[in-house]
C-alpha cells in the first residue's frame, strides 16, 4: 500500500521558518522523482520544487528559490522541504508526490502518488 506522510506544517509569523517532512512507503522510493506542490484557497495547485528520480537534480519555482531547500534521504524514504523567510503569500497546503522515474516536472499530471498535505499558514 502506497503511503506519502506529510508532516511539520503549522502556523509562523512571516520570516520564519518551517521543515516539512513527507515520509514514504509502497513503493521503491529511490526509483521515484520526488516532490512538493502547494494549494491556496481558491487557487489551483502549483509546483514548488522538486528532485529528479536520481536525485542529481532539483527544481524550484521562482517564488520560492534562494528561500526553499528540497532535499531527500533514500535511507529513510524521506523527501524534506526547508522553507526559510516564510512570508504570507507562502500560506497553502503542503503536498507530497512522487512520479517513477521522473524528472522532475512542474505538471500535477505527471506525478503518480499524492500525501493528504499540511497546512502552512503564514501570518504577517
Known amino acids: 500500500q502506497v503511503q506519502l506522510v506529510e508532516s511539520g506544517g503549522g502556523l509562523v509569523q512571516a520570516g520564519g521558518s518551517l521543515r516539512l517532512s513527507c515520509a514514504a512507503s509502497?513503493?521503491?522510493?529511490?526509483?521515484?522523482?520526488m516532490a512538493w506542490f502547494r494549494q491556496a484557497p481558491g487557487k489551483e495547485r502549483e509546483f514548488v520544487a522538486a528532485f529528479t528520480w536520481r536525485a542529481i537534480n532539483t527544481y524550484y519555482s521562482d517564488s520560492v528559490k534562494g528561500r526553499f531547500t528540497i532535499s531527500r534521504d533514500n535511507a529513510k524514504n524521506t523527501v524534506y522541504l526547508q522553507m526559510n523567510s516564510l512570508k504570507p503569500e507562502d500560506t497553502a497546503v503542503y503536498y507530497c508526490t512522487a512520479d517513477q522515474y521522473g524528472l522532475g516536472s512542474r505538471s500535477t499530471y505527471e506525478y503518480d502518488y499524492w500525501g493528504q498535505g499540511t497546512q502552512v499558514t503564514v501570518s504577517s
Open positions: 509502497g513503493f521503491t522510493f529511490s526509483q521515484y522523482a
